[in-house]
């Protein structure tokens, strides 16, 4: 079992590599970052464990504390490298976020599962796919929001770029400790609210723009 992240990292990183060259350019930059994510996953549970051993194998105090931040520091760095470099739209910036985080949580639900064989059951599946794997998704996500509006601004970027990463990592670190807690299904709404605000946003907006272009018609 020490190896079994290695294990499905190869087993999942190596067909969609090949996946790679049949796609096209926006659906291959997609599917590029849903392997950032796998990897920066299998990056941070590597540093992670150095973390917890030297905490004494206190995963509690370790997935409050310590984790959160290594996570979302990692996630974080290719969403910057993309902004940067190539200076993408808000849309795209936040599809690729939420994506990278979409390939972090595969990867380390894939191994909670393999890990807790004799404890599965549809609700533990429900749990670690719609809430624990949405706030990965999520927390990247708005990271990359952010972004988006700090990196254009020099003034901006240092504090603003240690103001989302602050923020994403509290946001973990909350989640983590209420799934912990005896209010676990504070928890577990957390990420899916977040995550229907986000994406309602924009079509409320929408809507509101069209509404008054017919009254003004």
Excluded at 31 to 39: A, E, K, M
Aim: charged fraction near 15%.
């Amino acid at each position: 079992m020490e190896f079994i992240s290695y294990f499905i990292f190869i087993c999942m990183i190596f067909p969609m590599c090949l996946m790679l060259f049949i796609l096209d350019k926006k659906p291959r930059l997609l599917v590029g970052y849903l392997l950032v994510g796998i990897y920066v996953c299998l990056f941070c549970s590597e540093l992670n464990g150095i973390i917890v051993s030297h905490l004494h194998n206190d995963f509690t105090l370790a997935t409050t504390t310590y984790t959160p931040v290594v996570e979302e520091f990692f996630k974080a760095l290719p969403i910057l490298y993309y902004a940067f470099v190539y200076k993408p739209d808000r849309r795209t910036l936040m599809m690729l976020a939420f994506v990278l985080g979409v390939g972090f949580a595969m990867l380390e639900n894939m191994v909670y599962v393999i890990r807790n064989l004799d404890s599965l059951s549809f609700g533990f599946a429900l749990t670690r796919g719609l809430c624990a794997g949405l706030m990965h998704s999520v927390c990247t996500m708005m990271v990359g929001m952010g972004i988006f509006f700090v990196h254009k601004k020099r003034k901006l970027f240092i504090c603003g770029t240690t103001a989302l990463l602050g923020f994403a990592a509290t946001y973990h670190a909350v989640f983590n400790i209420l799934v912990q807690s005896e209010y676990f299904w504070v928890g577990y709404i957390i990420p899916s609210l977040t995550y229907v605000c986000i994406i309602g946003i924009p079509y409320a907006k929408k809507s509101k723009k069209t509404a008054e272009n017919n009254i003004i018609k």
